[in-house]
Nanobody, 123 residues
Framework: QAQLAESGGGLVQAGGSLRLSCAAS????????MGWFRQAPGKEREFVAT????????RYADSVKGRFTISRDNAKNTVYLQMNSLKPEDTAVYYC????????????????WGQGTQVTVSS
């Protein structure tokens, strides 16, 4: 059974950095689009970033552009989210998602989801 497992979340001060990882298992995700989404308390889940199967297509939400970097290592079946210059408004549960389709910001297009990892940014 295909599974995605996020790690790397935690508590960090504003201006700090974190690197999230998402390890895929149960199938080879090297040909899948991978995405990161987040959900803050009391808010709907929102798109953060997506990367195509070969890294050729990358998209970011405007709120994280220039601060976050998505990347992937297909040999390790892992996708990363490097988060720099973190702000308190980045506090959320971050979810990894995968789909065999095209890179998209649309949450409903993703077939597989991880359980999420908490990121808390203190001011």
């Amino acid at each position: 059974q295909a599974q995605l497992a996020e790690s790397g979340g935690g508590l960090v001060q504003a201006g700090g950095s974190l690197r999230l990882s998402c390890a895929a298992s149960g199938r080879t995700f090297s040909t899948y689009v991978m995405g990161w989404f987040r959900q803050a308390p009391g808010k709907e889940r929102e798109f953060v970033a997506t990367i195509g199967w070969n890294g050729g297509t990358i998209r970011y939400a405007d709120s994280v552009k220039g601060r976050f970097t998505i990347s992937r290592d297909n040999a390790k079946n892992t996708v990363y989210l490097q988060m720099n210059s973190l702000k308190p408004e980045d506090t959320a549960v971050y979810y990894c998602a995968a789909d065999p389709g095209i890179a998209t910001r649309i949450e409903s297009r993703y077939s597989y989801w991880g359980q999420g990892t908490q990121v808390t940014v203190s001011s």
